[in-house]
């Protein structure tokens, strides 16, 4: 059929982005609880609806697992929100596809369904004119640029994807007092990676004696480094570590630097500059076997002992980093101190020397502030966020307090704003629930622990997960791969 | 706090944009961790870092350009938070909070600058046991300045109750969703809404302001997800019966930025946008991200309620309300006025945790007390 040529056709293309950015938002908006119409886009291209409707056109490419620029859809975008151009090649065979869809769309039951779901009415600036959604009231009345500027301004920089970098096995567990069991450890990274997670950072190939709950990293590693499907990156600090973690079959290390000089000192005992000169030598090492290395930065807003962080103090780090080959930076509000007030600064600086799609946000929720943080950074362009399944890691500058960010509690919010993140929540949530079994508290995400005791039937659960979570999207895909 | 020669040096050095009350509103901890990347407040910076402020326009300055600038851009300056802990908050409470302590609980918040606090409501103890002391509870307040104690009437025999014990502002809630209606007030919407006009009615003819509620503006437990239009219907019918004020509540905390953009955008069509306030739960931990997104489409007055008090009655254990002191705290690192202060609103929420024998909900409260408690080591 037509579409598996189309498919063929876009995934040859050279620049497959050109035929992304304008049904970026389109795609985006189809995700937000609104019943879609197909016989009511009357001028979208075919490839609008392929990008909006296909489960398959948003698989990240198998070579391309998040190392070089082509995470996103599976397209060679430089960053996800690159993708400026209308395609226009194919807006002559929309007709047949439309008409076909009107066919199969009237009176059957996904307009049942459809209409029995929340009827909202999404409507953009620019989209007024040409496309627009069922039971809509204002394809004429997009005069009311005031309220469509707001949901457009807000929409537009969000990605369609986001990749979760899951840190629990490492920075989740590190801060354990009691030992977690080695097949224990395991047994959740085998889990989190069967719920979808593409990148799960397993150990850390640090001294024991200063980190002994990470200890066992080489049966880890050995253990987990045959699992497919998910990039599993280990914390080296050093040469040793990296030699360590390479014998033990690491394909991928992290490092990391601070951007407060005190705190370099009384984390890892050396100054920022020769944390640096240090990780130099590990990447030149790493880059000669071709592991990629990820670059973390903490205390990107506020250190315990100096308090706030200049912007411009993180932009250095970053680039020093970057420089040297890290292919992704992530940036760490490490004792959570951050606001959207305090981060948008903070990577306005860093994004002024490192692009975009090489930075990940890695927030913790310490003053519960990490999801507006992380939705800011989405809005600015982010792709990649760190956290942590169960919101395992706590924070060692204030006791009891949280730490890291709960994977579920994103995913929520991302299925939430129709952001693809390739993740099965209740897969997830199962994981999460192994780990704190197992250390004994109840998980530290709110989701879960919402969904877990939502006291009504157990369908409701399922339920919710389905009814708030873009239903629209998962039954129009449904109804697509089913229909071809 | 900082002292008046240092006041007068900062706002002479910020000129127009440091207002008095962001001097004003100040304490060393939200001092701590405000933008420094802000030349000037950077120089001002002591080694106790006692000397930077907020603005009403922190982001106006060097990036007018820049694209992040679009992102905050459109922030309200001044933020009203309605504090629900005495009510909302209290009322799903299985022990019975002794008057004192609600009445205690009043006076330390409106102390640490809140300006509306919802004191109780005139309900059917038989309904709300936690709740039987209203009259006393508004007795004991009456003298109190600088703060309004709207109470929730369900129908003209509470209102008039109200009116008798000296309330000077009611509120009235409907819902969005008909099933929630039925069971939540044992009436459908419709019969809610005339009930509530007789309400508004009589609050008119005493020049009393009354505020609305709509529960269930994205999800209700029963029918799954709420149209958007539905909302708008409500909140219509609520605005044209007289209510000053508008607030939309995400009762079962569902709500993402996904569904609160729809649901928000339809109503402002039929409300005016300075007439609405959010009320979200943060049972899915959504809340905070549901509010920025909420004032960067312009809302400009939240419901919190101190140390997160008020379960999810549709999910035991789970959080209900947002804590105001991560509002708060969330507010102060935009820039935005809350006329709050923290440390004095910590202080309300301790109380009250104390009181009830459990660990405050606000992520903010532990942090700081934790980070308190660290540093006396």
């Not at chain 1, 920089?157 to 069991?181: A, Y």
């Not at chain 1, 792709?383 to 204030?398: E, F, H, I």
């Not at chain 1, 005791?453 to 389905?466: E, G, M, Y």
């Not at chain 2, 007068?8 to 001092?31: C, H, Q, V, W």
């Amino acid at each position: 059929m037509f579409l598996q040529k189309l498919y063929t056709r876009l995934n040859n293309m050279e620049n497959p982005s050109k035929a992304c950015n304008s049904f970026r938002l389109l795609f985006t908006m189809s995700s937000l609880e609104e019943p879609l119409g197909f016989d009511k886009l009357p001028s979208m291209s075919t490839i609008d609806r392929i990008q909006r409707f296909s489960a398959g056109a948003c698989r990240p490419r198998g070579d391309d697992m998040g190392l070089g620029n082509c995470w996103i859809d599976g397209r060679s975008c430089s960053t996800s929100n690159s993708c400026d151009e209308d395609y226009e090649e194919y807006t002559g065979e929309a007709f047949p596809w439309r008409r076909h869809v009107k066919d199969v769309s009237e009176g059957g039951t996904f307009n049942r369904r459809a209409s029995s779901l929340s009827k909202n009415r999404m409507k953009f600036e620019y989209v007024c004119d040409s496309r627009y959604l069922p039971d809509h009231q204002c394809s004429c009345k997009c005069n009311d640029r005031g309220i469509h500027g707001i949901t457009n301004k807000f929409l537009k920089g969000i990605p369609k994807f986001v990749k979760i970098v899951e840190v629990g096995p490492r920075d989740g567990l590190q801060n354990e007092k009691n030992i977690v069991p080695t097949s224990i450890k395991v047994e959740l990274i085998r889990r989190l990676v069967s719920s979808g997670l593409p990148v799960v950072e397993a150990t850390s190939f640090v001294s024991p004696k200063w980190v002994p709950q990470l200890a066992d990293a080489t049966d880890v590693m050995k253990a987990v480094c045959d699992l497919e499907n998910a990039r599993l990156p280990v914390l080296t600090p050093n040469i040793k570590g990296f030699e360590a973690a390479v014998a033990a079959g690491a394909k991928e290390i992290a490092v990391f630097a601070s951007a407060s000089e005190c705190f370099s000192k009384s984390n890892i005992n050396c100054s920022i500059e020769e944390s640096l000169v240090r990780y130099h030598a590990v990447c030149h090492a790493a880059k000669e076997l071709s592991v990629p290395i990820r670059g973390y930065v903490s205390c990107v807003v506020g250190c315990p002992v100096e308090g706030a962080i200049p912007p411009s103090k993180v932009a250095y780090v970053a680039k020093e980093l970057y420089r040297m080959g890290c292919f992704e930076i992530s940036l760490g509000d490490t004792i959570g101190v951050g606001t959207p007030g305090t981060v948008v600064a903070m990577l306005e600086a860093v994004m002024a020397v490192v692009p975009a799609e090489k930075l990940a946000v890695h927030f913790h929720d310490t003053y519960g502030q990490s999801l507006p943080n992380i939705l800011v950074s989405l809005q600015m362009g982010i792709s990649t966020v760190d956290s942590s399944v169960a919101g395992l890691g706590g924070c060692p500058y204030a006791k009891g307090a949280s730490g890291n960010v709960a994977t579920e509690d994103v995913v929520y919010m991302l299925n939430g704003l129709g952001v693809k993140t390739n993740v099965d929540l209740p897969k997830l949530m199962s994981a999460g629930d192994f780990i704190s079994e197992h250390l004994g508290r109840q998980s530290g995400s709110k989701t879960a622990v919402a969904l877990s005791r939502v006291q009504t039937q157990k369908c409701q659960s399922a339920f919710i997960l389905s009814s708030f979570q873009y239903p629209q999207i998962k039954h129009y895909q449904e109804w697509w791969v089913w229909h071809y | 706090m900082i002292a008046a020669r240092r006041l007068d040096k900062i706002s002479r050095l910020m000129g127009s944009r440091a207002t008095p009350y962001s001097l004003k509103a100040l304490n060393k901890e939200s001092l701590l961790w405000t933008e420094f990347w802000n030349p000037k407040v950077r120089l001002l910076c002591n080694n106790d870092g006692v000397a930077a402020f907020s603005s009403t326009s922190h982001y106006s300055s060097n990036c007018n350009h820049s694209p992040t600038n679009k992102v905050l851009r459109n922030l309200p300056g001044y933020v009203k938070i309605v504090e629900v802990g005495p009510r909302d908050g209290l009322q799903n409470e299985k022990e019975i909070v002794p008057t004192t302590i609600k009445v205690q609980l009043i006076k330390m918040l409106v102390s640490s600058g809140l300006t509306v606090v919802e004191a109780t409501s005139f309900v059917s103890p038989k309904w709300v046991p936690q709740l039987a002391d209203a009259k006393d509870v508004i007795d004991a307040i009456q003298n109190i300045r600088g703060a309004r104690f709207p109470v929730l009437t369900p129908n003209l025999k509470g209102f008039e109750a109200a009116v008798e014990a000296g309330a000077k502002e009611v509120a009235i809630f409907a819902s969005a969703s008909e099933s929630f209606s039925k069971s939540n007030i044992n009436c459908s919407i419709e019969d809610s809404l005339a009930r509530y006009k007789d309400v508004a009615s009589a609050a008119r003819k005493l020049s009393l302001p009354v505020r609305g509620y709509i529960s269930c503006v994205v999800g209700c437990p029963v029918e799954g997800m709420v149209p958007p239009s539905k909302v708008a219907y409500v909140a219509k019918q609520l605005f044209d019966m007289g209510c000053s004020e508008i607030s939309l509540g995400d009762t079962i905390g569902v709500g993402t930025p996904g569904t609160i953009i729809p649901m928000i955008e339809n109503v402002i069509r039929v409300v005016p946008i300075d007439k609405l306030a959010v009320h979200f739960h943060d049972t899915y931990g959504q809340a905070l991200s549901n509010i920025l997104t909420s004032l960067q489409m312009g809302i400009s007055t939240v419901d919190s309620s101190v140390s997160g008090l008020g379960g999810c009655p549709y999910a035991k254990g789970a959080s209900g309300n947002v804590a105001t002191e991560d509002v708060v705290y969330m507010l102060n690192g935009l820039g935005i006025e809350t006329n709050v202060d923290l440390e004095k609103l910590m202080l309300a929420g301790d109380f009250i945790c104390k009181h009830l024998g459990r660990q405050s909900s606000s992520k903010t409260a532990v942090a700081l007390t934790s980070k308190k408690a660290n540093s006396k080591l």
